[in-house]
Structures are given as structure tokens and as C-alpha cells.
């Protein structure tokens, strides 16, 4: 029985053959896909999954840089300032970008 540490779905199994022709089972870490947009779930730019350093390196520094796309931060920013405003309600937003508007507004 593999180890406990291995027994999570997120190990793959690799069949490899030693070299005095024994059958080992080595496990191998899946790599990580590439971020997605929390609203329309298009894959973000600007973002290396690849690189290594610091969070600043990976992500935009923007208005929710490395959560939503440059065209959905667009309309959340539209949609917050109508609010403010008194234009629309919080009621007439979609549930998806509701959070990132209230998140705005509260700001």
C-alpha cells in the first residue's frame, strides 16, 4: 500500500523500470492550470503559472489583477459607480459579479 502522503488523488502514478529491471511506482505532481477569470472564466493575461518569485511576479497589480480579465473589471467598475450613484441597484446585478461590486462600493 502506498504511503499516506500518496494516496491523494492529486499524485499521478508513473510506472517506471529501474535500471536492474525492477517495476517501480513513482508519483508525480500534477502541473497547475493556467488562472481563469471568476466571471467568464476566459484565461487571464499577463499571468506565468511557470515563473517562480513573489506574488507581484505572478499576478497583475491592478484592481483585481490576477481574479477577473481587463473587460469584466471594466463593467464591475461601470456597475459600482452606477450604484453609487443611484442608477441601479444591488438587485439588478448578476450574482456573479455582485461580490466584486460590493466589494467596490464598500472601498
Known sequence: MPEP???????????????????VIHY???RNSAPHCAICSTELNGINIS???????RSNSRL???V???SCTA???????RIENGD?????????QR????????H
Open 51 to 57: 515563473e517562480k518569485g513573489g506574488k507581484s511576479r
Open 99 to 106: 461580490k466584486f461590486v460590493m466589494q467596490l462600493v464598500a
Open 64 to 66: 483585481f489583477g490576477g
Open 88 to 96: 441601479m441597484k444591488l438587485d439588478d446585478i448578476s450574482i456573479k
Open 75 to 81: 463593467n464591475v467598475i461601470t456597475l459600482g459607480s
Open 5 to 23: 502522503r500518496f494516496r491523494s488523488s492529486s499524485f499521478k502514478k508513473v510506472n517506471r523500470i529501474t535500471i536492474k529491471g525492477r517495476n
Open 28 to 30: 508525480k505532481r500534477g
Open 68 to 70: 477577473l480579465c481587463s
